[in-house]
T-cell receptor, first 110, second 115 residues
Framework: GEDVEQSLFLSVREGDSSVINCTYTDSSSTYLYWYKQEPGAGLQLLTYIFSNMDMKQDQRLTVLLNKKDKHLSLRIADTQTGDSAIYFCAENDYGQNFVFGPGTRLSVLP | DVKVTQSSRYLVKRTGEKVFLECVQDMDHENMFWYRQDPGLGLRLIYF???????EKGDIPEGYSVSREKKERFSLILESASTNQTSMYLC??????????????FGPGTRLTVT
């Protein structure tokens, strides 16, 4: 079945860039998503990219997609303490179902 | 503004009790989902519904049932709660955007503890 993998932890210093990586196995994935979960809250949709794109930028967020290697990354520029959260990668193949990765816990150190 | 609400943020139940988790969305979305979230495992789909009275099993439906009598409301039922159902439960709804992507919106979650 489909699988989405992420490293579980990432620590960065405030002001540095963060790069969160994700790999997926389903070659029919059409849309790939990044969600953010702050402590005690549900998931918030940050951004998504269509599989025929290789890059999408939205303010401090840059999503890179390497479809050949099935690798997705989320870069957060000028990381702030408010960016501390769990980040989930998810894929969707035009159906209603989403497959989520385990989440990467980003810690921002002062 | 998109809104998905869940009936409780925290719930403590005893083993063997019947538990109802309620979810309501006010966006007229067709699809609704129940996930459970456990550390290191991400989100696992329990059930989803793509229309009123319709339901589909997800990856881990055992021990759960669902009900969708109205479009805006999707209920998750634990018929006889067990300690291994202690978890965070997340409800979501989704719609298909003009770009044909599905956008999924989540409620705040219910942290259920079964003792």
């Amino acid at each position: 079945g489909e699988d989405v993998e992420q490293s579980l932890f990432l620590s960065v210093r405030e002001g540095d860039s963060s790069v969160i990586n994700c790999t997926y196995t389903d070659s029919s994935s059409t849309y790939l998503y990044w969600y953010k979960q702050e402590p005690g809250a549900g998931l918030q949709l940050l951004t998504y990219i269509f599989s025929n794109m290789d890059m999408k930028q939205d303010q401090r967020l840059t999503v890179l997609l390497n479809k050949k290697d099935k690798h997705l990354s989320l870069r957060i520029a000028d990381t702030q303490t408010g960016d501390s959260a769990i980040y989930f990668c998810a894929e969707n193949d035009y159906g209603q179902n989403f497959v989520f990765g385990p989440g990467t816990r980003l810690s921002v150190l002062p | 503004d998109v809104k998905v609400t869940q009936s409780s943020r925290y719930l403590v139940k005893r083993t063997g009790e019947k538990v109802f988790l309620e979810c309501v969305q006010d966006m007229d979305h067709e699809n609704m989902f129940w996930y459970r979230q456990d550390p290191g495992l991400g989100l696992r789909l329990i059930y989803f519904s793509y229309d009123v009275k319709m339901k589909e099993k997800g990856d881990i439906p055992e021990g759960y049932s669902v009900s969708r009598e109205k479009k805006e409301r999707f209920s998750l039922i634990l018929e006889s709660a067990s300690t291994n159902q202690t978890s965070m439960y997340l409800c979501a709804s989704s719609f298909r955007s003009v770009s044909l992507s599905y956008e999924q919106y989540f409620g705040p979650g219910t942290r259920l503890t079964v003792t």
